[in-house]
């Protein structure tokens, strides 16, 4: 690595390092390499999910065992906007959802690990976006998952509304393939 480091320069070496990363930049001066944060996009300007999120969460799912024996809620969603994700258990459907989630597969995860953990098969069919408003009684269900697509982009939101309407019987539930 020193070697590298004296032919290329230790600025060179920032730079092939950084380059990579969806959220610094370099700028050289002179004397020294700079090393920025970019602007982070929100999730409306575009995506927010680079290759190595998509690597991740590939790897996360599906995972194989048993088709049962772990008693987890269908429906787990926080109140507001989230990333969720729709996940196949056997016969049945879990639906998770985080406000916190900065991508979907952190709205999965701890799901999916518990489900690891007791040797339960499942598989991650996809994800969206899920607005959930106590007041209005209104639940909106849309758009999709960089890191979770539709297998071959059938969207299965009236999934995802069948398990929530069962979770909440009073509200009004919409889907839509629209929006990230």
């Known amino acids: 690595p020193f070697e590298h480091m004296r032919r290329r320069?230790?600025?060179g070496l920032v730079t092939t390092i950084i380059a990579s990363s969806?959220?610094?930049?370099v700028r050289s001066t002179p004397r020294f390499a700079v090393i920025e944060r970019k602007a982070l996009t929100s999730a409306m300007d575009g995506p927010t999910t680079n290759a190595l999120d998509q690597a991740e969460a590939a790897a996360m799912r599906s995972g194989s065992g048993a088709s049962?024996?772990?008693?987890?809620?269908?429906?787990?969603?926080?109140?507001?906007?989230?990333k969720y994700v729709l996940i196949r258990v056997g016969d049945d459907y879990l639906v998770r959802g985080k406000a916190s989630a900065s991508y979907h597969r952190?709205?999965?995860?701890?799901?999916v690990e518990a489900l690891a953990a007791s040797g339960t098969r499942y598989e991650i069919l996809g994800g969206g976006r899920i607005v959930l408003d106590r007041d209005a009684k209104t639940i909106s269900?849309?758009?999709?998952?960089?890191?979770?697509p539709w297998e071959g982009g059938d969207f299965k939101h009236h999934i995802t509304a069948d398990v929530?309407?069962?979770?909440?019987?009073?509200?009004s539930v919409t889907t839509s393939n629209e929006g990230y």
């Open 9 to 11: 320069g230790v600025t």
């Open 22 to 25: 969806s959220c610094l930049s």
């Open 68 to 82: 049962g024996g772990l008693s987890l809620p269908a429906c787990s969603i926080d109140p507001g906007r989230q």
């Open 106 to 111: 952190d709205a999965a995860q701890p799901t």
């Open 164 to 171: 929530v309407r069962r979770e909440y019987p009073d509200f």
């Open 141 to 148: 269900i849309y758009g999709h998952s960089m890191g979770f």
